[in-house]
């Protein structure tokens, strides 16, 4: 896997007027297109032929989507701004200590240089059969997601079920966006819509974005919740490079509620809320959260580490996370 | 007296343990670099080789009329070209295969004018296999029904090893306490940044010129030759910068010799170069070994023998990892004193992956047992004796002058030193009492400390006939010096170390020394980069062709100052007189007057230099290395009970480096060395089902990342060896020994848990805490 093995085309327009021009030329040709902006997740999937475009049009040109601003009650990010920025920028350090973390967990420096917080927050789920090389696939069955009729992970599988692949998510981003309620602005042919975060994201391994094709997230838009407390735990075997096998972002609110958000396991991130007022002590609230938790999540022998180990590791990390924010409340 | 020299004095001053620049480091950070795997030749063709994928099978038919067809593809070659054609340590081994013994058999190549147009025409081979049943263990190959591997080697035999010294009966009735346990070491291998390639050419007569990564350019004509039918003398091997090797590149593998016969069938040059997945399935692993361990010793702490029966998966070829019980055993029997040995070793084929050489060569599998067996000492001696771990340690570590039972002589031994440095600056007693009684203890995250040494061979390993290395030695009209040596650049710092040699004997910058070793038919013979043992042989080899020069230009410097040649010396680019450091003239201009007169005096010598050691025999006794070295390294680490993660804070490390050469390069070695082995101990495993890898690529096989490297503390002991170069001793491969014991030691110390089979991954470590705290309750 030098190089991709098929020859794609390839352009960045400058402005959005000229990126919709250039969609409507491929649609009017058929030719397949795919968007690109920092490419550290489409470049290995271009390489292992998961993607095979006619045409690869990167996003970079938009150079007004890489900006961070805080306006009144919120902190719009521009879906183009990298993870370097992102981690270093003094509005997300001061209002979203947590994000800044969040994004600094992910891959490695370099990574972090190209990657961008709109492409971590649409990064393709995984899954450790589809993920393989072309040679390393073809010597299964091919799944559901490469137009196959078997699951590998759930042998029993049929076409037709609700959830058709178990590929998961694994955006180290977007639980805490998640918690804090932000929304993401969409334009695409159609024009423009601000929807919820929560909202963008499906429940299938295949289609596990509500984007549109054609269509591109433009900003972020982040709630600063007053007095509130958050923190992210990734686990990982090793501290760089990895995705995570499991991410748990959690919050604490100024009215005592706690609220925890996971990647690495489901098709789609899991949100959970334990209200202050229907428990008496913030063990009660962990252990009400990390209920809810494990009857949400589906864990498959996909990863580095074995399923029932990230099974159980799913309360210890819960734990972990919560217990910092309530260390950080005391002090 | 000229001009420039007059009242011009320099003092005396020495380069040796300065930290001294790797001259091509710039041009890598920058990625200036050409590899050979940038490398185009004119009219160059792509080799791509089929692999079977499968572990054992009959091949029925192969079809190959549909590739040879695709436009662009200039010969498609099977096993069938290639008749009688040999290759491996015991000439087992095939460029092509004609039956499938292993996933990574090459069953067929291709040479097409891209990349592309070779990958899509090994696509369009069509090949028909009959699956057989397989072996995929040592154990299982011994059973009395197991398939039959190789034709040559009934009951799936491989190599086999033993050395016996003492009375093993008397000694086990003379023990106290014997330990009994059974080691798994696993499967790991070398992750080259650059992948395998070679590039083969013939020209018209019948010569074969090979652009290869090996690490023994001399010997690997010889291994080459018989997979091609031509002569050795025939080839010419090349280097060009290589991406990382570590043992690697010690032998031929079939995909050369596939590049040489594509090269000599289309008269056109061949590139076959892996891509990563490629190299994960087919480049050589670590020999993966179980090791029964016993030992024993008294209750005063006196180490009364070692037994060791070694049982290897041998894979489908052998190639230099079933060899490693030749270090294993002097591991056995020289790791502390100990009077009684019995070692053993067998390896058994199966349709495994087969192993090569990688630093540490056995070592890294013995001392991982080895150094547990000492600490399972010193805490029982401890804990019913009262005795202090240090001082059980201590009891047993040779001193200089000690020859061990394999008759290695420990001339300058400092072990007790580096034991006694390594755990005061860690203050390792201390800490260890406090976390033995911390163990039991309720709490999340538990600390401990551990200690492991051990001892390799530090002059050459004398397993050729020769250990020795050429240098040739010239000095131009400006005092610049060109060193041609034997010995192979892969990545360990001999360019930096030869110019730092030659610098201190002519008295010239470093950056005036040119270094040329990377052509064969240039080059003076070299045993290859192994052994630990370049800076040793080929440092003592530039050192002494240095000498040579050196004694020639103060001789012709002597007529013309009316001193003695004694009382001159090479400094800062001047002759100068020794006593007082007065310049008497220009080094380069010196240089000239010697040429340019009638009877011209050049300055052109060479060298051979032969270490002090004597080949290792069928017998496994003799001194085989010119020297010996120990290391200890203490792990002081964290563990995490509820997740099994294990965290190494610090390393602390005392090691015996006879002299510091280089010291930036010393300390790279260090570190180097020791990811390696926090890998190995931690979390790179390669996991096989039925003989195929699962997963081979870097998000798969987890490589410690720069978050991973602990605090470490480095203490360079020196000895002064007799022997090398200033005293300097090898050093490269002692830091991935010793670090995975040392750190299995310290996990023992946090959670009371030993851990015999490597890696101690998050999961196995939470696993058996859990199990632990069930039995305990």
Redo the contacts between chains.
């Keep these: ?2 190089a991709p ?1 098929k020859d794609f085309d390839f352009a960045r327009p400058k402005t959005i007027e000229q990126l919709y021009n250039l969609v409507q030329e491929c649609q009017h040709e058929g030719r397949q297109f795919i968007f690109s902006a920092g490419g550290t997740d489409i470049m290995p999937n271009l390489k292992s032929e998961i993607l095979s475009p006619d045409i690869v049009i990167s996003l970079t040109g938009l150079r007004a989507l890489n900006n961070i601003e805080k306006q009144g009650d919120h902190i719009i990010i521009g879906a183009l701004t990298s993870l370097s920025e992102l981690c270093s920028n003094n509005n997300i350090q001061k209002y979203l200590p947590a994000l800044a973390r969040a994004a600094h967990k992910v891959a ?1 420096p370099q990574i972090r240089n190209r990657a961008t917080i709109g492409g971590n927050i649409m990064v393709e789920n995984r899954c ?1 059969y589809i ?3 072309p ?2 696939r073809e ?1 299964h069955s091919p799944c559901f997601k490469i137009g196959g009729d078997v699951c590998h992970l759930v042998k029993s599988a049929k076409r037709g079920d609700d959830i058709l692949c178990q590929a998961r998510f694994v955006s180290d981003t977007a639980p805490l966006l998640l918690l804090q309620n932000s929304t993401v602005n969409i334009i695409g042919p159609a024009g423009s819509k601000e929807i919820k975060l929560a909202d963008l994201y499906l429940n299938d391994g295949i289609e596990s974005k509500s984007l549109m094709h054609g269509e591109i997230i433009t900003h972020i838009k982040v709630e600063i919740t007053e007095n509130s407390l958050s923190h992210y735990e990734k ?1 990982t ?6 995705f995570p096998s499991l991410g748990v972002a959690a919050l604490r609110r100024g009215n005592g509620d706690i609220s925890v958000a996971l990647t690495g396991l489901n098709t789609r991130p899991g949100v959970f809320h334990a209200k202050l007022e229907n428990h008496e002590t913030s063990d009660d609230m962990i252990v009400d959260i990390c209920r809810k938790a494990n009857d949400f999540t589906v864990t498959y022998q996909q990863d ?3 399923r029932g ?1 990230r099974k ?2 799913i309360s ?1 990390f819960i734990r972990r996370a919560i217990n910092k924010i309530l260390e950080g409340a005391k002090s | 007296m000229a001009e420039d020299v007059a009242f011009k004095h320099i003092e005396k001053t020495s380069l040796i343990g300065k930290r001294i620049k790797k001259p091509d480091a710039p041009a890598k950070a920058i990625g200036k670099t050409r590899y050979i795997n940038d490398m185009v030749l004119p009219q160059m063709l792509y080799g791509k080789i089929l692999h079977a ?1 499968r572990p054992h099978a009959e091949i029925i038919s192969i079809d190959t009329s549909e590739a040879e067809k695709l436009a662009g593809v200039h010969l498609v070659i099977t096993a069938k070209d290639t008749p009688d054609l040999k290759l491996g340590f015991v000439k087992d081994n095939a460029p092509l295969k004609s039956k499938v013994l292993c996933e990574r058999d090459e069953v067929a190549a291709v040479a097409a004018e891209s ?2 147009i070779a ?1 899509a025409a090994i696509k369009l081979i069509k090949v028909s296999y009959k699956d057989l049943p397989g072996v995929f263990s040592a154990k299982d190959g011994l059973k009395k029904d197991a398939p039959q591997i190789q034709e040559n080697f009934p009951g799936n035999k491989s190599l086999k090893f033993k050395f016996k010294h003492g009375d093993l009966a008397e000694a086990e009735a003379g023990s106290d306490i014997i330990l009994d346990h059974v080691f798994n070491v696993h499967y790991v291998t070398h992750c080259c940044m650059g992948t395998s390639c070679a590039i083969a050419d013939f020209d018209h007569n019948g010569k074969l010129t090979i652009y290869s990564q090996t690490q023994y350019p001399y010997n690997y004509k010889m291994d080459l030759a018989p997979a091609l039918g031509i002569d050795p003398g025939d080839i010419r091997v090349i280097q060009p910068t290589t991406g990382g090797s570590f043992g690697a590149k010690l032998d031929v593998y079939p995909y050369e010799p596939v590049a040489a016969i594509l090269a000599q069938k289309t008269g056109r040059p061949v590139k076959v ?1 892996f ?3 490629e190299e994960f399935i087919n480049s050589p692993t670590r020999q993966p070994a179980a090791i029964h361990l016993r030992t024993g010793c008294t209750s005063d702490g006196i180490l009364t023998f070692r037994s060791a029966d070694v049982l290897m998966d041998n894979g489908a070829y052998t190639s230099w990892g079933p060899t490693v019980p030749v270090i294993m055993m002097r591991t056995v029997s020289g790791h502390y004193r100990v009077p009684v040995i019995d070692f053993k070793a067998q390896a058994v084929y199966s349709n495994n992956a087969y192993a090569g050489s990688f630093r540490g060569y056995g070592n890294v599998q013995m001392t991982y047992a080895t150094a547990q067996h000492m600490d399972m000492f010193a805490e029982e001696l401890s804990e019913k004796h009262g005795m202090d771990p240090i001082e059980f340690h201590l009891k047993n570590a040779q001193k200089s002058g000690e020859v061990t039972p394999q008759k290695s002589y420990l001339r300058e031994c400092v072990l007790a030193e580096c034991l006694t440095t390594a755990a005061a600056a860690s203050d390792y007693v201390n800490k260890h009492k406090t976390y033995t009684e911390a163990c039991t203890e309720e709490g999340r995250y538990k600390r401990g400390i551990g200690l492991a040494s051990s001892i390799h061979n530090a002059g050459g390993a004398k397993i050729h006939k020769s250990d020795g290395c050429g240098t040739i030695l010239k000095m131009d009209d400006y005092a610049r010096v060109t060193v041609i040596t034997g010995a192979s650049e892969i990545g360990q710092g001999i360019d930096a170390v030869i110019s730092q040699i030659v610098s201190e004997e002519l008295g010239v910058p470093p950056e005036h020394v040119t270094l040329v070793n990377n052509d064969s038919d240039i080059g003076p013979w070299d045993v290859g980069v192994h052994a630990s043992r370049t800076t040793f042989i080929a440092g003592n080899g530039a050192k002494r062709a240095a000498i040579k020069a050196k004694k020639q230009i103060l001789a012709a410097a002597s007529k013309q100052a009316n001193v003695t040649a004694e009382e001159l010396d090479l400094r800062g680019g001047y002759v100068v007189q020794d006593k007082d450091g007065a310049a008497v003239i220009r080094l380069d201009r010196m240089l000239r007057q010697m040429h340019f007169q009638p009877t011209p005096d050049v300055v052109m010598v060479s060298d051979y230099y032969e270490p002090n050691s004597e080949l290792e025999g069928k017998d496994h006794i003799s001194d085989h290395s010119a020297a010996y070295s120990h290391a200890v390294h203490i792990a002081e680490v964290v563990v995490d009970t ?3 993660e294990v965290k190494v804070e610090k390393v602390t490390m005392a090691q015996d480096v006879g002299r510091v050469i280089n010291r930036m390069g010393l300390e790279a070695q260090m570190e180097g060395g020791l990811a390696f082995g926090l890998g190995f101990a931690l ?1 790179e495993e390669m996991i096989f089902e039925e003989g ?1 890898l699962l997963n ?5 096989y ?1 490589v ?5 490297m602990p605090e470490i503390e480095m203490h360079f002991i020196e000895s002064d060896c007799e022997e090398g170069p200033y005293g300097a001793k090898g050093i490269a491969e002692l830091p991935t020994i010793v670090i995975a014991p040392a750190i299995a030691n310290a996990v023992y110390n946090a959670t009371g848990i030993r851990f015999l089979n490597p890696p101690m ?3 196995k470590v ?2 058996a805490i859990w199990e632990k705290k069930q039995a305990d309750s």
């Design positions: 896997m030098t093995k490695s450790s993920n393989q090389s040679i390393n010597s686990l075997i090793r501290n760089a490079l990895d580095f580490f074995p180990y159980n590791m210890v | 994928g990349e592309a990958a170069l891509d990563r997945e509820y997740t099994g979390s195929r081979p690529s870097f998000r798969d987890k410690p990342t720069a978050p991973e991954s998050p999961e939470a696993r």
